[in-house]
C-alpha cells in the first residue's frame, strides 16, 4: 500500500530534551514536506526537500532540522523542544511532477513539550 | 504576499443537499489549485486537482470550479451524506514551484 508513515503517532516530552520525528514514503517521491498544524493557524510548512541531499527552509523553520540522506526518508529533528513546539506534525510526500496527484500525508504526530 | 482564504465559519447542511465551499486567493496566479478532506486528528487526504485553464472538474459526487479572474475556486459535494462530514482544505502552489500552502479550511457539518 502506497503510504507516509510517521512515528511515533503521539510523544511527550520535556523542554530541552532532543527527539526525531521519522518519516518513510514506500512511492519513489523525489519531493518531502513537514507541517506543523494549530489550532486557527492551519498547517504551515516548517521544512521541505526537493530530492535526496536537497534541503529547504519553510515559513516555520525556527528549532527544528531535517536531513535527506536517502529518497524515502525525511525525518524531523527538534534539537532542544520548547512548549511552544507542542503541535500536530505532519509529513507529506509527492512526484515533483504536476500531474493529477496531490500530496500524500502521513497521520500525523502529536507531540507535547512540557 | 499570497493569501488563502477560507470561511472559518463550520457550514451546516441537511443530508442529501448540496454542500458549496469556497476559496478566495489574493496576490497570486497559481498554475493549479488542490482541494483536500481532513478527519479530526488525521492528515489531509487529496481530492482533486484542476488547472488555470479548467473551468470545471468533476469526480464522483464532487465538483470544483475554479474562476481565475475572481480568484476563486468553489467546491461542491452533491447528494451530501453524514459521512462527509470533516474539514475541507483548499492549497495553492508557491509561485513556480511545487511548494504548496494551504488554507485554513473550512468545516463541513451533514445532518442526517
Known amino acids: 500500500e502506497a503510504q507516509v508513515t510517521q512515528n511515533p503517532r503521539y510523544l511527550i516530552t520535556v523542554t530541552g530534551k532532543k527527539l526525531t520525528v521519522t518519516c518513510s514514503q514506500n512511492m519513489n517521491h523525489e519531493y518531502m514536506s513537514w507541517y506543523r498544524q494549530d489550532p486557527g493557524l492551519g498547517l504551515r510548512q516548517i521544512y521541505y526537500?526537493?530530492?535526496?541531499?536537497?534541503?529547504d527552509k519553510g515559513d516555520v523553520p525556527e528549532g527544528y532540522k531535517v536531513s535527506r540522506k536517502e529518497k524515502r526518508n525525511f525525518p524531523l529533528i527538534l534539537e532542544s523542544p520548547s512548549p511552544n513546539q507542542t503541535s500536530l506534525y505532519f509529513c507529506a510526500s509527492s512526484t515533483r511532477g504536476q500531474g493529477d496527484g496531490g500530496y500524500t500525508f502521513g497521520s500525523g504526530t502529536r507531540l507535547t513539550v512540557v | 504576499s499570497q493569501k488563502i482564504e477560507q470561511n472559518s465559519e463550520a457550514l451546516n447542511i441537511q443530508e442529501g443537499k448540496t454542500a458549496t465551499l469556497t476559496c478566495n486567493y489574493t496576490?497570486?496566479?497559481?498554475?493549479?489549485l488542490q482541494w483536500y478532506r481532513q478527519d479530526p486528528g488525521r492528515g489531509p487526504v487529496f481530492l482533486l486537482l484542476i488547472r488555470e485553464n479548467e473551468k470545471e472538474k468533476r469526480k464522483e459526487r464532487l465538483k470544483v470550479t475554479f474562476d481565475t479572474t475572481l480568484k476563486q475556486s468553489l467546491f461542491h459535494i452533491t447528494a451530501s451524506q453524514p459521512a462527509d462530514s470533516a474539514t475541507y482544505l483548499c492549497a495553492l502552489p508557491m509561485d513556480s514551484s511545487y511548494k504548496l500552502i494551504f488554507g485554513s479550511g473550512t468545516r463541513l457539518l451533514v445532518r442526517p
Open positions: 496576490n497570486y496566479s497559481p498554475a493549479y
Open positions: 526537500s526537493m530530492n535526496v541531499e536537497v534541503t
